[in-house]
């Protein structure tokens, strides 16, 4: 059993910054993968960035170059900075992860770009 905690969310003006974390269960969490998702309203969740294990990291296009994510294994967190955040950016994001081919899902938070 894996728990997913999100923070970081808020309301933040176009072209501004937010840092999200996710705290994460598990004496494991060095040796998994760990991904943040987001949804905004009437569209599919989709992924934003993934970090693997060993620090290898993807990402969108819509947020490469804007977004870094990274993980503190000692803390067992993953964050997600974001910067340059555009109103297309706005929605509920997720962390995520996979233990055993069984997905695992933080609350969400949310994200709100407007000015």
């Known amino acids: 059993q894996v728990q997913l905690v999100e923070s970081g969310g808020g309301l933040v003006q176009p072209g501004g910054s937010l840092r999200l974390s996710c705290a994460a269960s598990?004496?494991?969490?060095?040796?998994?993968?760990m991904a943040w998702y987001r949804q905004a309203p009437g569209k599919q969740r989709e992924l934003v960035a993934r970090i693997g294990s060993g620090d290898s990291t993807i990402y969108a296009n819509s947020v490469e170059g804007r977004f870094t994510i990274s993980r503190d294994n000692a803390k067992n967190t993953v964050y997600l900075q974001m910067n340059s955040l555009e109103p297309e950016d706005t929605a509920v994001y997720y962390c995520?992860?996979?233990?055993?081919?069984?997905?695992?899902w933080g609350q969400g938070t949310q994200v709100t770009v407007s000015s």
């Open positions: 995520n992860t996979n233990v055993r081919y069984r997905d695992y």
């Open positions: 598990g004496s494991f969490f060095g040796l998994i993968a």
